[in-house]
């Protein structure tokens, strides 16, 4: 457990209470503070009692009063939190004062055991989120195939299109039961209500025939069943085949004719049967490619959030940059893939700090240069953490570049000027922004006016010239949605 964290609280909490702290652990060694001089071998036997028996303990020694509380690690005592009375010469105190130094000790334990339950669900987080990774690791590897595959209404209406001109049919049809958008009617003559034809139809299809056991219906005269003779004076024939895969249901693939001189043949039969399977096989390799994508980006808000529970000072920082991206992206009128793209890239820009410790992401002070080494390597951290995943793949360059300078000296590739891929440069622009205009561990947040004018500065030497001017036509908007600071 990271006692260190608490130093500094604890050293304020002293000037305004009189007590000095310090943390034992079970066998009263000390962790954080030793004590006053001369005084721990009582400090140490009160640290041994409290930890046995769990509970508040106090001791006087000649000049000198202690007092602790268990300090808990889930069911398990992990040590104390002590009180001494700073050497002032205080032995005595009144049943008050230790009354109201026990409910001190307290309310101080408890907000360390909360903190450090808070530590301990995120580091599992980072570990489920992690294992995530992993386990997706194996369908991004064929997501590109499934893509190929990718099933489209325009790709299903080319491919009725192509069966009419085969066919000899006057209509071939697709029906999706609540998926209109894959209804498609083509035919070779005009027909008015031919809609509302098609889908009385199937609502004629007898549940009962035997045919619909091997997923087909067949009709080569509708004068010879009466539910079908009602839908048109003029006698016609109806084929129509279920598209479905693996038990799972999808809708149908259907024909119709007027032309009484043929019937519907096995080989046809057989035809939309296959082509039917084929439908059903890529209609069902598109769901899993969305199930996929869903997976994704549900495995990428969870990054999101993970890094956000471990670095406090840049809650809703990955939610900032990508608004401002996305507005950067609208004043050049880019395209909608684009901008998925670039959204992606700015939303997961620091993906890689959840390998980052927290005590140096939450350092109120200077970076020593190890410190700013490990910094450093998030863009890398995030593009290896990112990289198995294939929906993904066209946002890496902006998650790895975004720390690039435009007049050279970045990192981690050390690029410079238009080398730099274009959304690392958006992103620079609007990290930058955010970065200015938001507290951080080791300062307050600059005036949204003012952290324009460092963002202006800076134009030609860290970021690209183009986007800053580009920005600065978006910041009217940042503003109005954002509110003056």
Same mark, same amino acid.
């Given at each position: 457990?990271?006692?260190?964290?608490?130093?500094?609280? +604890?050293?304020?909490?002293?000037?305004?209470?009189?007590?000095?702290?310090?943390?034992?652990?079970?066998?009263?060694?000390?962790?954080?503070?030793?004590?006053?001089?001369?005084?721990?071998?009582?400090?140490?036997? +009160?640290?041994?009692?409290?930890?046995?028996?769990?509970?508040?303990?106090?001791?006087? &020694?000649?000049?000198?009063?202690?007092?602790?509380?268990?300090?808990?690690?889930?069911?398990?005592?992990?040590?104390?939190?002590?009180?001494?009375?700073?050497?002032?010469?205080?032995?005595?105190?009144?049943?008050?004062?230790?009354?109201?130094?026990?409910?001190?000790?307290?309310?101080?334990? &408890?907000?360390?055991?909360?903190?450090?339950?808070?530590?301990?669900?995120?580091?599992?987080?980072?570990?489920?989120?992690?294992?995530?990774?992993?386990?997706?690791?194996?369908?991004?590897?064929?997501?590109?195939?499934?893509?190929?595959?990718?099933?489209?209404?325009?790709?299903?209406?080319?491919?009725?299109?192509?069966?009419?001109?085969?066919?000899?049919?006057?209509?071939?049809?697709?029906?999706?039961?609540?998926?209109?958008?894959?209804?498609?009617?083509?035919?070779?003559?005009?027909?008015?209500?031919?809609?509302?034809?098609?889908?009385?139809?199937?609502?004629?299809?007898?549940?009962?025939?035997?045919?619909?056991?091997?997923?087909?219906?067949?009709?080569?005269?509708?004068?010879?069943?009466?539910?079908?003779?009602?839908?048109?004076?003029?006698?016609?024939?109806?084929?129509?085949?279920?598209?479905?895969?693996?038990?799972?249901?999808?809708?149908?693939?259907?024909?119709?004719?007027?032309?009484?001189?043929?019937?519907?043949?096995?080989?046809?039969?057989?035809?939309?049967?296959?082509? &039917?399977?084929?439908?059903?096989?890529?209609?069902?390799?598109?769901?899993?490619?969305?199930?996929?994508?869903?997976?994704?980006?549900?495995?990428?808000?969870?990054?999101?959030?993970?890094?956000?529970?471990?670095?406090?000072?840049?809650?809703?920082?990955?939610?900032?940059?990508?608004?401002?991206?996305?507005?950067?992206?609208?004043?050049?009128?880019?395209?909608?893939?684009?901008?998925?793209?670039?959204?992606?890239?700015?939303?997961?820009?620091?993906?890689?700090?959840?390998?980052?410790?927290?005590?140096?992401?939450?350092?109120?002070?200077?970076?020593?240069?190890?410190?700013?080494?490990?910094?450093?390597?998030?863009?890398?951290?995030?593009?290896?953490?990112?990289?198995?995943?294939?929906?993904?793949?066209?946002?890496?360059?902006?998650?790895?570049?975004?720390?690039?300078?435009?007049?050279?000296?970045?990192?981690?590739?050390?690029?410079?000027?238009?080398?730099?891929?274009?959304?690392?440069?958006?992103?620079?622009?609007?990290?930058?922004?955010?970065?200015?205009?938001?507290?951080?561990?080791?300062?307050?947040?600059?005036?949204?006016?003012?952290?324009?004018?460092?963002?202006?500065?800076?134009?030609?030497?860290? +970021?690209?010239?183009?986007?800053?001017?580009?920005?600065?036509?978006?910041?009217?908007?940042?503003?109005?949605?954002?509110?003056?600071?």
């Amino acid at each position: 457990m990271d006692y260190g964290y608490f130093r500094q609280f +604890l050293d304020g909490l002293e000037g305004v209470s009189g007590y000095r702290f310090m943390i034992a652990d079970p066998d009263g060694f000390p962790l954080l503070s030793e004590g006053p001089a001369g005084c721990l071998e009582r400090i140490t036997e +009160l640290a041994v009692q409290i930890a046995r028996e769990n509970a508040f303990r106090s001791v006087s &020694s000649p000049g000198s009063f202690f007092a602790g509380v268990p300090l808990m690690h889930g069911s398990d005592v992990a040590g104390s939190l002590i009180a001494c009375s700073n050497g002032n010469g205080q032995a005595e105190i009144g049943k008050q004062q230790v009354f109201k130094l026990e409910k001190l000790l307290v309310s101080v334990s &408890s907000m360390m055991e909360e903190k450090w339950a808070t530590q301990r669900e995120t580091e599992q987080m980072s570990q489920e989120l992690a294992q995530l990774v992993e386990h997706i690791y194996l369908y991004s590897r064929i997501a590109p195939q499934i893509k190929t595959l990718s099933f489209s209404g325009g790709m299903l209406k080319e491919l009725i299109g192509e069966l009419l001109s085969t066919m000899r049919m006057e209509f071939v049809f697709s029906l999706f039961p609540g998926r209109p958008e894959l209804d498609f009617m083509v035919g070779s003559r005009k027909m008015e209500g031919l809609p509302r034809f098609i889908q009385k139809l199937f609502a004629c299809i007898p549940p009962d025939s035997p045919s619909l056991a091997e997923n087909y219906f067949v009709l080569n005269d509708s004068r010879s069943v009466p539910a079908f003779a009602a839908l048109h004076p003029d006698p016609f024939r109806f084929l129509a085949v279920r598209i479905q895969d693996k038990g799972k249901y999808y809708g149908w693939l259907g024909m119709a004719s007027f032309n009484m001189r043929e019937t519907f043949r096995r080989s046809e039969l057989r035809l939309l049967i296959s082509i &039917s399977e084929q439908v059903a096989g890529v209609v069902t390799n598109a769901e899993l490619y969305g199930e996929l994508e869903r997976f994704v980006i549900n495995v990428v808000e969870s990054l999101v959030a993970a890094i956000e529970a471990k670095d406090i000072y840049t809650r809703g920082h990955s939610e900032r940059v990508n608004r401002y991206c996305l507005m950067i992206a609208d004043e050049m009128g880019m395209e909608a893939p684009e901008r998925s793209v670039l959204h992606w890239a700015a939303i997961l820009h620091d993906v890689g700090k959840i390998g980052i410790p927290e005590n140096i992401l939450n350092k109120p002070g200077r970076l020593d240069d190890e410190e700013f080494r490990i910094i450093k390597s998030h863009p890398e951290k995030g593009f290896n953490i990112l990289k198995p995943l294939a929906p993904l793949a066209k946002s890496l360059e902006g998650i790895l570049h975004h720390h690039e300078r435009f007049g050279g000296g970045g990192y981690p590739r050390g690029l410079k000027g238009e080398d730099i891929p274009f959304h690392a440069r958006i992103i620079a622009v609007a990290d930058t922004f955010d970065a200015v205009n938001s507290d951080r561990a080791y300062r307050s947040a600059k005036h949204p006016r003012e952290a324009l004018r460092i963002v202006e500065e800076s134009a030609g030497t860290q +970021l690209d010239p183009d986007i800053v001017r580009v920005f600065m036509k978006a910041f009217p908007s940042i503003i109005s949605e954002d509110g003056e600071k």
